[in-house]
């Protein structure tokens, strides 16, 4: 076959990658005499905690490979970590199983399982965009619903959730997390949460874990949860996630993943085992949020924006009624770059999504501007 038959066979699988849209904006607003305010991508930009640092060089000597499953002590870590910070006390290390990066386990997970054409994989109607991409590169049907009542009879093989939502920040109340794992078990349909941003909640009732038992009623059976340490430690850099829940699943995607030599490297284990080990960096880097995020929703109500939801995850989503295009073209004109809602889903036609990772400085001149 011509591979550059096969180039375009794999990309018409795909949707366009959203952010090649925002090029033209991103132009104008580095166009600034002041340069650009990039609130489009929640990219951590504080440094990465000096006890992560000294792990990573402490683990450098790595001459032989990783194992897929990870090391005993990443593991327990992870199984600590849960159950200090969210009082999860029933996960076993059988249940916990790193990546390189959670959007390398979410893109992946489907085809990982065995999903293919003929499946249906459930999204929130306003979702992460590689929940789309999973299904799309496992040739399944993609459904996007945030009720299960509408869905039927039928019997998806995966359904996402998100609390804290990317984009919207929105937190699910742990009565309707329940439902839809009940749901789900009814049908044999796996529940795949993506709770990256579960430490990062900022009004209200504090976001649930999926594993919750008020949520799991004590059992992980049909259940995953998705952790990234990118936003709460800062490390986008290292790649490091994990899956944890029903060891079944867990079992089947190392079977796969050793085959495909899926090893989170060595050192990088070792870093992350520091960063799940200590609390203090987490605490000091989500008080700097807190600020960035409280300026910066004062600024654009101030300037006729309306926030809706955002009670959690590191994003403002915002409408002042129009197409969002516009407002992101207005907004690029004063040098401040931010997401239009539709890259996450039709109902997102008329938001923004405004990223409080950036700076003191640019966040102040981003305010300034406003």
Request: glycine share 10%; proline share 7%.
């Amino acid at each position: 076959m011509d591979t550059r038959v096969l180039r375009r066979a794999v990309s018409r699988r795909l949707p366009d990658f959203p952010w090649d849209r925002l090029t033209e904006a991103k132009s104008r607003a580095a166009a600034h005499p002041d340069g650009i305010v990039d609130l489009s991508i929640g990219t951590p930009v504080d440094s990465t905690p000096d006890v992560v640092q000294r792990a990573l060089a402490e683990s450098a000597d790595s001459p032989g490979y990783p194992t897929t499953v990870g090391t005993p002590e990443l593991r327990e870590s992870v199984v600590r970590w849960l159950g200090r910070r969210f009082g999860l006390d029933g996960v076993d290390v059988e249940g916990v199983l790193p990546a390189i990066g959670s959007k390398e386990l979410i893109a992946g997970l489907p085809v990982q399982l065995g999903v293919g054409p003929g499946d249906t994989v459930v999204i929130p109607t306003l979702a992460y965009p590689t929940y789309e991409v999973g299904a799309a590169l496992a040739g399944a049907d993609v459904v996007v619903s945030d009720s299960t009542a509408a869905l039927g009879p039928q019997a998806p093989a995966i359904v996402w959730l998100n609390s804290p939502s990317n984009p919207t920040g929105r937190i699910l109340p742990a009565k309707h997390l329940r439902k839809v794992v009940e749901w789900a078990r009814e049908r044999g349909t796996l529940v795949v949460s993506d709770e990256c941003y579960l430490e990062c909640a900022w009004e209200g009732e504090p976001p649930v874990s999926v594993l919750d038992e008020e949520v799991s009623g004590g059992s992980f059976d049909g259940i995953l949860a998705v952790h990234s340490l990118s936003k709460r430690s800062n490390l986008a850099g290292y790649r490091g996630g994990f899956a944890v829940g029903d060891p079944r699943v867990i079992a089947e995607l190392l079977a796969v993943r050793k085959n495909l030599g899926l090893m989170m490297p060595g050192p990088q284990q070792g870093a992350l085992v520091a960063a799940l080990e200590d609390d203090s960096h987490v605490d000091a880097q989500r008080a700097r949020y807190a600020d960035r995020r409280k300026r910066l929703r004062a600024a654009f109500e101030s300037a006729g924006f309306r926030i809706d939801h955002s009670e959690g995850a590191l994003y403002l989503w915002a409408t002042r009624a129009e197409p969002c295009l516009e407002t992101v073209a207005a907004l690029a004109e004063r040098g401040i770059l931010v997401a239009p809602g539709d890259f996450y889903g039709a109902s997102g036609a008329r938001h923004v999504r405004i990223a409080f990772t950036a700076t003191d400085e640019r966040v102040a001149a981003a305010c300034e501007r406003l």
